[in-house]
């Protein structure tokens, strides 16, 4: 079969998929009432104390790619660890390198105050 | 860099060398060495020429650069009297406005105005040849819209836009004739004597050719195609209507010259009563237009519209004599026309005023302004003895030994070009002043007017009573163009 | 094969980038003592791109083959314009601080990757490198204030975050279908022209055509106008690099068919909406995507005629003239102090040396000889023609006939039009000015490429 017609075949299933699903639970679900507790989200349970998306801290948001960051940074030099390979000059001054400027943006962060609450 | 490269390149770093001085009257010294430099150069470059074998004589050129694109320069009798004429102008034009209250730049916008014609004519390269032709409208947008009087704005804005939608038709032709002659030949070249119509098939000539000439009928301007030229004229400043006219029309006719024919010789043939009734409409249109006009300018232009027709008949009968006389009548409508316009703006510049009836019985008070009117007036309608007559002879003489019954519109525009200026004169200057008029504030010429006006006048005569050394340029080379090579499309 | 330190250091070819990145570092390291003099972090800055440019010269064309990356003439000249179309920003971007240099030479150095890669993987990371610092940039504090500059960064960002998605999803679709993410010319097929197409559209959003051009006015409107300059000449030559890679997987794709077409549609939208603008520096972002509407012209005339890499001539002598071009204008903006169309009433006769230059400038951009705007336009509509793309040929000349109407306009109102009484600004001072150095400077290298062409002709001759 034709490759583009596998890929139109392949959308229209998906589509048709989300499609009944999504329609599917209003079809044939019973009617709920639409009062009371009907719009709360655990109709029967603990009733919710707050907002499900609270507004947080954009302190929080810069830790968190602070981390994230770092832990690509990591995340490149496991592999090469892992790999093995043997430790040749050029190889140890590259991950020494690559080790340096990771150590640089950390205290790039650090003097720029980023680390501070 | 050659020598030809520098007649065109000095006035250019002239137009620099300008600003360089400062405020003050130093920058117009430096015009004046400039653009007298230039004229001096051209003369001692061009004079001790003999024409080479196809009427080439000087030639310069460069590596080729892309799609056979090549810096070419090279100047033949053509070439060589119309950068005299645009040398010997732009002195004109720089002595002329000596004592205006104008900063560096509208001397170096004259500078560089040079430059850039003396490149139109110069350039053998179809590419090079464009870039000098719309280089001329920058520095032309300035002069009027900067400079000129009070409907300035709009006139400039007004030719920078027709000439420059004729120059894309031009550009549009060229291109055509390019790359229809690579389709033919297999080979890359823009050099205006290699090109020619053969190669565009039959069904494309005409509208190629049609593209040249749209282009190049802007500049002459060729009847419906004029309708900037009297607004640019009149708005201009007195020197930038002398170059105008007396320079930058000429463009038009020798791309005609150029390209015209020797690339489409056997269609020009088939469409040339149409061309020549296009110019007879040009004489007539003009005359008539002329003899309505109130405005003295706008009179001049409108029979630069009816001169420049001669000047195309001529052209149009491709003989040896209408194309020698073409040529000389481009020379001598410059000199003409940019002493009328001289002589307009002195009046414009004493009066404010520019209307025929806004003067009389100026005779007396301004004598001098008086007799050079008269004289250039003389000129221009063709009065033997002067040089008008010398030029439109050969023009209706070429015309005569193809189409005999365009000859007649030539002479019909003899006697309009009479009937409109010789009223004009007399009410201007021997007529009763009416009751606005501004004669009293108009004094006589200075002596530096005198003097380029006297220099002017006599070269009026000399051409009119020894043609001959003139025309021993031209002729070779006008006989070269007329045997341009007419094989290609049969009808 | 694992990239080191020597395989860099070994390839002259890949000095440039390794030096933008070391003066990135050294600027932010720099950053850290507060009393490190900002004058001379300007230097580091220019002096760095100035070295980049010296070094593309030394380098050759080589490492054909390489997983990761290659360098063909074609990646060599397009990194000297990104470097050099850098320049004005850094010299004259206002910042008290050592981020914003040191993101400007960020993005210089994705643009280079981006340009030295010869794999879609690394294509990407260049992409993406050189769009999150522009992101940053513009969202520092414009000549419209805070709040529009963070509209416009936001703005900017989800569109390259959109352009990314379809880069990656159109990567994903050439992986299953070649198996490789080398960038060689692949085989035709159905699923190949949906994943040359989408990576086609990132590209094109990039550039800012029509109809995905929608950020481009506010983003350019809302930054500082030298930083527009590098927007519209180095981000705009790296979105038109990256559409000549992708256009080359696949010549007679659906995408490289449909390029003229809206390169023309592009050049005419862009002139059209520019007639109504009235502040100066949307005019400009429109008109500049009405350049971009020419640029993917020549690059759909590129492709139509096989996409070679010698044949891009035309497309890298456009961004070459633009560099000069469109640089010097929106500084020219800087330099003279104006923003709206009315500031320019009367310029000639109060700051004579900018106007000079802006109406050189102008000119040069309506494309009218003897300047490089016209040999700009000429050549990428001979290509087109040359290529039987009449029709779009014919479009991108009316869009620059319309074009005049705005540049003329320029010129009419600065050296035509007296003083207004309302229009202050825009004085001239006499002192010496860095911002009118540059204007003159790029107004004088739009001239030369137009006068004298052929002077550049060793520069083209890298790739030709």
């Excluded at chain 2, 916008?109 to 004519?121: P, S, T």
Aim: glycine residues 10%.
């Amino acid at each position: 079969m034709n490759a583009a017609v596998a890929l139109l075949l392949d959308l229209a299933m998906v589509l048709g998929l989300v499609a009944a699903f999504s329609c599917s639970g209003s079809l044939l679900g019973p009617r709920s009432k639409r009062e009371g507790d009907a719009l709360q989200p655990y109709e029967t349970g603990m009733r919710p104390i707050a907002s499900a998306n609270p507004r947080m801290s954009p302190l929080f948001i810069r830790f968190a790619v602070l981390f994230v960051v770092f832990d690509v940074d990591l995340a490149f030099l496991l592999p090469w660890a892992l790999s093995r390979p043997a430790l040749s000059l050029p190889l140890a001054v590259s991950a020494t390198l690559f080790t340096g400027l990771v150590g640089l943006m950390l205290a790039y962060f650090w003097r720029k105050g980023a680390l501070e609450c | 860099m050659g020598w030809l490269t520098l007649l065109w390149l000095a006035p250019a770093l002239g137009g620099f060398l300008v600003f360089a001085p400062g405020k003050g009257r130093a920058p117009r010294w430096v015009a004046l060495a400039v653009s007298l430099g230039v004229l001096a150069y051209s003369f001692w470059l061009l004079a001790p020429y003999a024409p080479g074998e196809g009427g080439w004589g000087l030639e310069e050129s460069g590596a080729p650069w892309l799609f056979g694109i090549q810096y070419h320069l090279a100047a033949d009798g053509l070439s060589m009297v119309l950068c005299w004429l645009t040398a010997f102008l732009t002195v004109v034009c720089v002595l002329s406005s000596w004592e205006k209250e104008v900063p560096a730049g509208y001397w170096a916008a004259f500078l560089f105005l040079e430059a850039a014609v003396l490149g139109v004519f110069l350039a053998r390269d179809l590419l090079v040849f464009y870039i000098f032709w719309e280089a001329v409208l920058l520095p032309m947008f300035f002069i009027i819209g900067v400079w000129g009087s009070d409907g300035r704005r709009k006139a400039a804005v007004k030719f920078f836009l027709f000439t420059f939608f004729g120059s894309l038709f031009l550009l549009l032709g060229i291109l055509c004739l390019v790359t229809f002659h690579h389709a033919a030949t297999g080979t890359w070249t823009w050099d205006m004597a290699r090109l020619d119509g053969n190669s565009v098939p039959p069904s494309a000539a005409i509208w190629v050719l049609a593209c040249l000439l749209i282009g190049f009928g802007v500049k002459v301007p060729l009847v419906p195609l004029h309708t900037w030229l009297p607004d640019a004229h009149t708005e201009a400043p007195a020197a930038g209507s002398v170059m105008l006219a007396g320079v930058l029309l000429k463009m038009g006719l020798y791309g005609i010259m150029r390209l015209g024919f020797g690339a489409f010789s056997d269609l020009t043939w088939q469409i040339l009563p149409w061309l020549a009734a296009l110019a007879a409409v040009n004489i007539i249109y003009g005359s008539v237009c002329a003899a309505v006009q109130d405005d003295l300018k706008r009179l001049i232009a409108y029979s630069s519209v009816a001169h420049l027709g001669f000047c195309v008949l001529g052209v149009l009968s491709r003989t040896p004599e209408g194309l020698a006389g073409g040529t000389l009548q481009m020379v001598n409508h410059g000199l003409t026309t940019g002493a009328l316009f001289l002589l307009v703006g002195a009046l414009y510049e004493r009066g404010h005023k520019r209307g025929v009836g806004d003067f009389g019985d100026l005779v007396d008070r301004a004598p001098w302004l008086s007799v050079c009117f008269a004289i250039s007036v003389l000129a221009s309608i063709g009065v033997p003895g002067l040089n008008g007559f010398v030029g439109e002879f050969m023009c209706l003489a070429g015309i005569t030994r193809v189409i005999p019954v365009f000859a007649l519109a030539g002479a019909a525009g003899i006697v309009l070009s009479a009937a409109y200026s010789l009223p004009a004169y007399q009410r201007v200057f021997w007529g009763e002043p009416g009751p606005s008029s501004v004669s009293a504030k108009i004094s006589d010429l200075g002596a530096l007017d005198k003097a380029v006006l006297g220099v002017l006048l006599a070269l009026m005569f000399w051409i009119g009573l020894c043609p001959g050394p003139l025309l021993a340029v031209i002729e070779p080379a006008a006989a070269a163009l007329a045997r341009a090579p007419s094989l290609g499309v049969q009808p | 094969m694992i990239p080191s330190v020597w395989a860099v250091l070994g390839l002259p070819a890949l000095w440039p980038q390794a030096t933008l990145a070391a003066a990135a570092l050294f600027t932010l390291g720099a950053g850290m003592f507060p009393g490190f003099s900002r004058p001379a972090l300007r230097l580091v800055t220019v002096a760095a791109l100035l070295a980049a440019v010296f070094q593309l010269r030394l380098a050759a064309p080589g490492l054909a083959g390489h997983p990761l990356i290659s360098l063909d003439g074609l990646g060599l000249a397009w990194q000297g314009l990104f470097c050099l179309g850098a320049l004005p920003a850094a010299l004259l971007l206002d910042w008290d601080d050592e981020v914003p240099p040191a993101l400007l030479l960020g993005s210089v150095l994705g643009m280079g990757l981006l340009a030295a890669s010869g794999n879609l993987l690394l294509l990407f990371i260049g992409l993406e490198f050189m769009s999150l610092p522009a992101y940053s940039l513009v969202a520092r504090p414009g000549p419209r204030g805070e709040r529009a500059s963070l509209e416009a960064a936001v703005k900017y960002f989800f569109a390259g975050g959109l352009a990314g998605a379809l880069f990656l999803l159109g990567m994903a679709l050439h992986y299953h279908q070649t198996g490789s993410l080398l960038l060689v010319r692949a085989v035709d097929g159905p699923l190949e022209r949906a994943a040359v197409a989408l990576m086609g559209a990132a590209a094109l959003f990039k550039v800012g055509a029509f109809p995905l051009h929608f950020w481009l006015p506010d983003v350019y409107e809302s930054t500082q106008s030298d930083l527009a300059g590098f927007l519209s000449t180095s981000m705009k030559a790296a979105g038109v690099f990256l559409l000549l890679r992708i256009a080359s997987i696949l010549p007679a794709s659906p995408l490289a068919a449909a390029l003229p077409w809206m390169g023309a549609a592009t050049a005419l939208f862009g002139a059209l909406l520019a007639l109504r603008q009235t502040r100066l520096q949307r005019l400009l972002a429109y008109s500049s995507i009405s350049h971009a509407g020419n640029l993917v012209l020549g690059v759909g005339a590129w492709a139509a005629q096989g996409a070679m890499p010698e044949a891009a001539a035309p497309v890298f002598f456009y961004l070459t003239a633009y560099l000069f071009m469109s640089n010097g204008i929106f500084v020219f903006l800087k330099a003279a102090g104006v923003a709206e169309w009315n500031d320019l009433k009367g310029l000639g006769a109060r700051n004579p040396g900018a106007a000079a230059g802006a109406a050189a400038l102008a000119f040069c951009l309506a494309g009218i000889p003897p300047t490089g705007g016209f040999f700009a336009k000429f050549f990428v509509w001979w290509e087109a023609v040359k290529a039987g793309l009449y029709f779009p040929a014919a479009v991108a000349a009316l869009a620059s006939l319309t074009a005049l109407g705005y540049y003329l306009g320029m010129v009419r109102e600065m050296w035509l039009e007296p003083a207004s009484a309302g229009a202050a600004r825009g004085d001239d001072s006499d002192e010496f000015s860095p911002e009118r150095a540059v204007v003159w400077a790029c107004a004088a290298g739009a001239v030369l490429l137009g006068l004298a062409p052929w002077i550049f002709k060793g520069l083209l001759g890298r790739i030709l």
